[in-house]
């Protein structure tokens, strides 16, 4: 149980063009998700709260018109990095807390985008 | 706001050996702290968590320690083998609903056979 999946695993890209990654929890409702992003040897960088049904939160220092969160049902959230440039070149993840289950977080298998 | 650290940034022991990764946290009020281990190129896989109100938890060879005094908490592995070579994570959150994981850095674990 608490399988989180994400689509795609990977995906090159233009620079300039927008990508759209999905985070989808298979077998349980997540009214909460959450989005990260990973540089190379680094920890994850918490980018943005994503609830159900309302806006995401953002943390400071992340734009929300360049990273736009979708959360429409309680089993899919999606993440759209508009205008890509190769600095947004990273590994995105995502991760959901099972609705009405306590604090735990299960994390996607990760997205690695490349903007060339 | 929460600030957690982790030491030491990689280990490395032999298969058969215990590791030990250590944690400090600095918001008295974290009352949830879980233990992630990633493999290269996937995501965070949670391997063990505990809440404040319990000092130690164990799972087979994996454990972990919680002093909310001194505010640190540790990961034991006991019996290490080639496949607990990854990365791994400490983190901290308080409270429930929508209350974010602050990590920490990360510590690189390397199992020699």
């Known amino acids: 149980g608490a399988v989180v999946s994400q689509h795609p695993s990977r995906v090159i890209c233009k620079s300039g063009t927008s990508v759209k990654i999905e985070c989808r929890s298979l077998?349980?409702?997540?009214?909460?998700m959450f989005w990260y992003r990973q540089f190379p040897k680094q920890s994850l960088m918490l980018m943005a709260t994503s609830n159900e049904g309302s806006k995401a939160t953002y943390e400071q220092g992340v734009e929300k018109d360049k990273f736009l969160i979708n959360h429409a049902s309680l089993t899919l959230s999606t993440l759209t990095v508009t205008s890509a440039h190769p600095e947004d070149s990273s590994f995105y993840i995502c991760s959901a807390k099972p609705t009405g289950k306590g604090e735990t977080q299960y994390f996607g298998p990760g997205t690695r985008l490349l903007v060339l | 706001g929460e600030n957690v650290e982790q030491h030491p940034s990689t280990l490395s022991v032999q298969e058969g050996d215990s590791a030990v990764i250590k944690c400090t946290y600095s918001d008295s009020a974290s009352n949830y702290f879980p233990w992630y281990k990633q493999e290269l190129g996937k995501g965070p896989q949670l391997i063990i968590d505990i809440r404040s109100n319990v000092g130690e938890k164990k799972d087979q060879r994996i454990a972990v320690t919680l002093n909310k005094t001194a505010k640190h908490f540790s990961l034991h592995i006991t019996e290490t083998q080639p496949e607990d070579s990854a990365v791994y994570f400490c983190?901290?959150?308080?409270?429930?609903?929508?209350?974010?994981?602050?990590f920490g850095t990360g510590t690189r674990l390397l199992v020699s056979p």
């Open positions: 983190a901290a959150s308080k409270g429930t609903g929508f209350q974010k994981l602050v």
């Open positions: 077998d349980f409702q997540a009214t909460t």
